[in-house]
């Protein structure tokens, strides 16, 4: 009788992986798999990283400008709890201490940012600000010190306030002049100490967030997509992502020329994305699964690696999606010298061309398709804080397949990868905020999914958790929690969690392959294969 109870369970059990496969899926990527730093190539950067506004403080301090940051936290009801960056992490006073703490995990990058205001109070519209290339000097000469190599982003989602007030700042070309005056400031007072700069961090997700949701500065959106006093959702993210990618072409093509022969640096620009998996088992959705990601990933590397926008983006936007001149293309084709994603979760993806959706998914700049977590009632991982982002450790293997699949396996770099545990409804204690399990298994199972990739063959360099300290998380305030370390909001003091013990403990005890981070991508002509590539064979 027991055998029979046993076969019948077992029928039953797989009856249910035959109808829900994804759980199955689920259930082989819970299986936790060691990871080791030896599993990944020698001279592979191990970082942390951050951005200014979010952990700086400092706001109006040593001759800083508003930003639009600065502008748009102290309007009530912009972000949650109405918190704001003002003081934020207070690293403008505190990264010495920092920088020990980056030591004592035995990374060997920190990519930071910095701010634009910082250096520019008001764009070219005014003075460089001496005291601000001294905070960035300093902070450098410290990392280079201890060992770290810094890897810099120009510029993340932060912008003098005066320039949005003088012309509208990325819906405007004369945007593209500012940044490049900004980037020169940077390679000149910097470049002789960094090996690897970003232009911009993720103009996509910056162009969504910004002219389409209207949740970040400067809050444009019209309807199905928000009630903003401004901005019009279908036409604005491609102006300005236009503007932003020709900025970073034009950034490059001066760094290329005027500093990269000297001070021997690479140059590349930060997408943000998801991977996608069908919502149904039918070719329209399979097919909407390559519209997210050409609308995604594609809209800001297509560009810069082919010369034009994805098939799909002018297929579907027309004469909304702006074209790049022949002179705008030969600068813009091959401004890159690696990939870099930023990469937390993966979606379903279902069609809205032949079948009815939620208004707003079913239009052109959404490219006609349905973005949702769950499916059949059963989701695609486990939550977390971002009701859009789910742990699903298989998405890490198949977005960098589909990077070296569609970019002919240039190299690239995870600049962002991490987890926030999911609200609770009652306040948590400190002591149960600093055993954080969840983030551990999260980072092992990406990790794990990272080194498979690079197993079968994909040129991945580096790989950066978010964030080194918990820090102020856009709309969600000090509300989500990201970091390594733990900073009280009263004192502001660091406490590492378990997962920072963790993480040292892969970088420091097995430390057996090369860390030495100098060079990474001069091991071969990065460019020579992709620059050669056809439009047609993605």
């Known amino acids: 009788m027991r055998l029979k109870i046993s076969q019948l369970f077992f029928f039953f059990f797989c009856i249910v992986l035959l109808l829900h496969p994804s759980l199955a899926q689920t259930t082989n990527e819970h299986e936790q798999e060691d990871v080791k730093r030896s599993q990944f190539p020698d001279g592979f950067l191990f970082g942390t990283s951050t951005s200014s506004y979010q952990i700086e403080g400092a706001y109006l301090e040593d001759g800083k400008g508003l930003n639009n940051w600065d502008v748009f936290t102290h309007i009530p009801g912009n972000i949650k709890n109405n918190d704001n960056g003002d003081i934020a992490d207070n690293h403008y006073h505190q990264f010495l201490e920092d920088i020990e703490l980056m030591q004592s995990l035995g990374v060997n990058a920190y990519r930071f940012s910095i701010s634009w205001s910082r250096i520019l109070p008001r764009g070219r519209f005014g ?3 001496t005291r601000g290339i001294s905070f960035y000097n300093n902070l450098i000469d410290n990392l280079l010190l ?12 932060d912008i003098p306030q005066e320039l949005e007030d003088r012309y509208g700042s990325w819906l405007s070309p004369l945007m593209q002049e500012d940044f490049l005056y900004f980037a020169e400031i940077c390679f000149k007072s910097f470049g002789h100490k960094i090996k690897y700069w970003t232009t911009l961090n993720e103009p996509n997700l910056f162009a969504d967030m910004a002219y389409m949701r209207g949740w970040y500065p400067p809050g444009h959106c019209s309807p199905p997509f928000g009630n903003c006093s401004f901005g019009n959702s279908d036409v604005e993210p491609p102006t300005a992502m236009h503007n932003m990618l020709l900025a970073h072409a034009k950034a490059v093509k001066l760094y290329r020329q005027m500093f990269q022969p000297k001070q021997g640096g690479s140059i590349g620009i930060i997408a943000n994305t998801m991977m996608y998996e069908p919502h149904g088992d039918n070719e329209d959705d399979q097919k909407a699964v390559s519209r997210a990601l050409a609308f995604q990933l594609a809209w800001v590397f297509d560009p810069i690696v082919y010369g034009d926008y994805p098939p799909e983006m002018r297929h579907y936007l027309g004469s909304v999606l702006p074209r790049f001149s022949q002179e705008e293309i030969s ?6 010298d690696f990939i870099a994603i930023n990469h937390y979760s993966t979606l379903y993806a279902k069609d809205c ?5 939620i208004p707003g998914w079913d239009r052109p700049i959404r490219g006609f398709v349905y973005t949702t977590g769950e499916r059949d009632g059963v989701l695609i991982g486990d939550r977390t804080a971002n009701p859009r982002f789910f742990v699903v450790p298989r998405g890490m293997e198949k977005i960098i397949n589909y990077v070296k699949e569609r970019y002919n396996n240039m190299p690239m770099i995870v600049t962002e990868n991490g987890f926030a545990p999911p609200p609770q409804q009652k306040q948590q204690h400190q002591q149960d905020l600093l055993q954080d399990a969840e983030r551990i298994n999260f980072h092992k199972s990406y990790l794990a999914a990272l080194a498979r990739a690079i197993r079968n063959g994909a040129d991945v360099r580096g790989y950066f958790v978010w964030s080194m300290i918990d820090n102020f998380e856009w709309i969600d305030g000090y509300s989500v929690r990201y970091g390594l370390y733990y900073v009280d909001r009263q004192t502001l003091k660091r406490m590492p969690k378990l997962s920072a013990k963790w993480y040292k403990n892969i970088l420091t005890v097995d430390a057996t392959s090369n860390s030495n981070s100098s060079n990474i991508f001069k091991r071969k002509n990065t460019m020579s294969t992709v620059s050669q590539a056809s439009k047609a064979e993605i």
């Open 331 to 336: 600068i813009l084709k091959g401004s890159i």
């Open 127 to 129: 003075e460089v600000n």
């Open 146 to 157: 201890k060992g770290i190599e810094p890897f810099v982003t120009i510029h993340h989602h």
């Open 353 to 357: 061309i032949h079948s009815a959706c």
